[in-house]
């Protein structure tokens, strides 16, 4: 069974969610109901759940700051957050925290049963992989290889239009979770990892002479000639234009 501690100061919200949980036949066990953030660190702490779902807005500690908190020990634990539509930037932060994912209120039946099954998949394909022997290749661990296949995608599609979330369903994993592995992996957001591919591509097509400023940004993945220019110049500090002028004058010297 896996362990669950509920985190929100409405009583009849957790009960809600608690009798959702039970009634969904899948093995998760609710351990532990806190009306508030730091009493839900020390259930945490005390109880080592394996998922917590917690409120966004708390007294004491919110949502956000106990996650933080959390974090800073207990990095193996997942979170599910719940929140109002006015909470929904909130919740966006909680995604970019590593947060497994996050529902709103009031909780739906179905949308927290597949939350569930999704968590509990993964899981099964933890406990799977780990008993897997290491890959052979490049000595990476089954996991961090996996990992390694989602940057090696990247270094192969960089140039189509491929989203986080898409590589994120392949591999089972919440969005955020994968965002965070994919920093860890190459230093870089995806974002900006993505974008740095595409510009240093451009800078070797705008060397040659034939091809316009729009041919390049198309062909290095930007339909949109001014959002092109805009991270070129975020990335280079001067913009397309200005950089092939640079660069012809270098090499005419």
């Known amino acids: 069974m896996y362990k669950v501690v509920i985190a929100d100061d409405e009583v009849w919200v957790a009960i809600g969610i608690k009798k959702l949980i039970h009634r969904s036949s899948l093995p998760f066990e609710v351990v532990g109901e806190a009306s508030n953030g730091i009493k839900a660190l020390e259930m945490v702490r005390e109880m080592r759940?394996?998922?917590?779902?917690?409120?966004?807005?708390?007294?004491?500690?919110?949502?956000?700051?106990?996650?933080?908190?959390?974090?800073?020990?207990?990095?193996?634990?997942?979170?599910?957050?719940?929140?109002?539509?006015a909470e929904f930037e909130y919740a966006k932060e909680g995604l970019r925290l590593g947060a497994l994912d996050y529902l709103l209120k009031p909780v739906e039946e179905e949308s927290l049963r597949k939350v569930l099954l999704r968590y509990q998949a993964a899981r099964e394909e933890k406990t799977k992989q780990a008993a897997q022997p290491e890959s052979e290749e490049a000595g990476f661990p089954i996991e961090d290889y996996r990992i390694k296949k989602v940057v090696d995608e990247i270094n192969i599609r960089y140039t189509e239009k491929i989203s986080l979330q898409e590589l994120a369903d392949k591999c089972g994993l919440s969005s955020g979770h994968l965002s965070a592995l994919i920093k860890r992996e190459t230093g870089a957001s995806f974002s900006d990892y993505v974008a740095a591919k595409r510009i240093g591509d451009a800078k070797k097509l705008l060397l040659q002479e034939g091809l316009s400023i729009e041919e390049v940004a198309y062909q290095v993945g930007y339909h949109d000639y001014f959002y092109f220019t805009k991270v070129f110049k975020k990335h280079e500090g001067i913009s397309p234009s200005a950089f092939r002028k640079q660069q012809s004058a270098r090499l005419g010297s």
């Open 49 to 85: 759940p394996d998922l917590l779902i917690t409120d966004i807005r708390m007294p004491g500690l919110n949502g956000l700051e106990l996650v933080k908190r959390i974090r800073e020990s207990e990095s193996l634990i997942q979170i599910i957050f719940i929140s109002g539509y």
